[in-house]
């Protein structure tokens, strides 16, 4: 690129700049001022009393009925909605489970592994709750007590359901948790 290209450049942007500047600066107007804003910013002038005294108003007498007019009607309240009675008492009904429950189907085999693992945590878990009886356990530690419960009672109705798979978690954690509990004495 030539020198004088690149000044021609450079005059042509600098011109472009100034024309971008200066169009703004024309159609800016300036505020026009109102008549609200000279009246707040001079309060009115309020004239001193003279040393006359007030002239008491006149009396005016005004007839009223023996009795007023009415405005409103009276409306009659609304009617009670019907509420439909209960239903009788329907006599005691065999209790249904909510939701059906899936078990998988096991072989024999681990059927047996299940119902021998199930039975082991249990064992674990009531020896190691044997260790906290007698010890003073401050909240936390029988927060864990609680949910060892907890998982023990749910492990023993999973037994009862036949879930055995459910059981082993069951009585595994309650085992683990039971764990934790005679760690922290």
Request: aromatic share 2%; hydrophobic share 40%.
């Amino acid at each position: 690129m030539s020198l004088r290209a690149e000044s021609t450049r450079k005059w042509l942007v600098l011109l472009c700049a100034m024309a971008v500047w200066s169009v703004g600066c024309f159609t800016k107007q300036p505020p026009k001022s109102s008549i609200m804003t000279i009246v707040n910013l001079h309060p009115p002038i309020v004239p001193a009393s003279t040393g006359t005294a007030l002239v008491e108003p006149p009396e005016i007498n005004v007839e009223t009925a023996e009795e007023p007019p009415e405005i409103a009607t009276m409306r009659p309240a609304p009617a009670k909605p019907h509420v439909t009675p209960a239903p009788a008492a329907e006599p005691d009904k065999p209790e249904k489970h909510a939701e059906p429950v899936i078990v998988p189907e096991l072989s024999s085999q681990e059927l047996e592994s299940a119902k021998a693992e199930t039975q082991h945590n249990l064992d674990l878990m009531d020896k190691n709750l044997a260790q906290t009886t007698g010890k003073s356990l401050n909240a936390s530690q029988q927060d864990l007590v609680s949910k060892v419960h907890g998982f023990a009672d749910n492990a023993r109705e999973a037994i009862r359901g036949g879930d055995w798979v459910r059981a082993k978690n069951l009585a595994k954690k309650a085992e683990v948790l039971s764990e934790e509990l005679v760690a922290g004495l």
